[in-house]
């Protein structure tokens, strides 16, 4: 698991000790390379795979993509109706200003994050733990990356653990992206930024505090 390890240093690096004093820098620095870590992964396990083999490692199988589609289409409709529900009991329930611009920009950002989930931490983690086990080791390192938000961590874990099992079955990234997107949406306009902590993370999280 040395790529997924090098990924969380990074990131965890940077949400702890970068981002408090370079935020205007150090995030696209962080994003760059954690992306060439994903592809170098990718490239350094892909070398001898055939062409259904590298869609897979991809994670853009052309025949998973239906399968994938319907069945985010399923977690996404059930986790944006529990999420209105839980918006609407606690009464903060609050309509984007713009929702459509706010998802324009989450579906690229959320299609990193599945990127780095599915081809890095998952495939990893099943290759050392198990098809099963792997499961659950990708998705904690997944919600570990959004320590010490309790609310954060808890909704990636369990958004990670969805996702992961959808991808293992349909490896397709695309529908995931826009599933990741729009529960994002959901979660912004279901609750305040006191219980979603600003969606921050490592020290900024703490800064609020």
Not at 13 to 42: E, F, K, R, S
Not at 112 to 135: E, K, P
Not at 182 to 206: P, Q, S
């Amino acid at each position: 698991m040395t790529f997924s390890v090098a990924i969380l240093a990074v990131v965890l690096g940077y949400t702890w000790i970068v981002d408090p004093i370079a935020a205007n820098w150090g995030t696209p620095i962080a994003v760059v390379i954690v992306l060439a870590l994903a592809i170098g992964h990718l490239f350094n396990a892909g070398s001898k795979a055939d062409a259904q083999g590298r869609g897979r490692q991809w994670g853009l199988t052309p025949a998973a993509l239906v399968p994938a589609l319907w069945a985010s289409v399923v977690l996404t409709t059930v986790g944006g109706i529990g999420i209105y529900l839980a918006g609407s009991r606690l009464g903060t329930w609050h309509p984007q200003r713009d929702p459509w611009m706010t998802l324009l920009v989450l579906i690229p950002w959320g299609f990193g994050q599945q990127f780095a989930l599915h081809t890095v931490f998952l495939r990893d983690a099943q290759q050392t733990f198990g098809r099963w086990a792997g499961i659950v080791v990708a998705a904690a390192c997944f919600a570990a990356l959004h320590l010490p938000n309790p609310f954060l961590s808890a909704m990636t874990f369990a958004g990670a653990l969805a996702w992961c099992w959808i991808y293992d079955r349909h490896p397709n990234l695309l529908p995931l992206a826009l599933s990741h997107a729009l529960l994002t949406l959901a979660i912004l306009c279901a609750f305040d930024e006191r219980l979603t902590g600003h969606l921050r993370v490592g020290a900024a999280y703490l800064s609020l505090r």
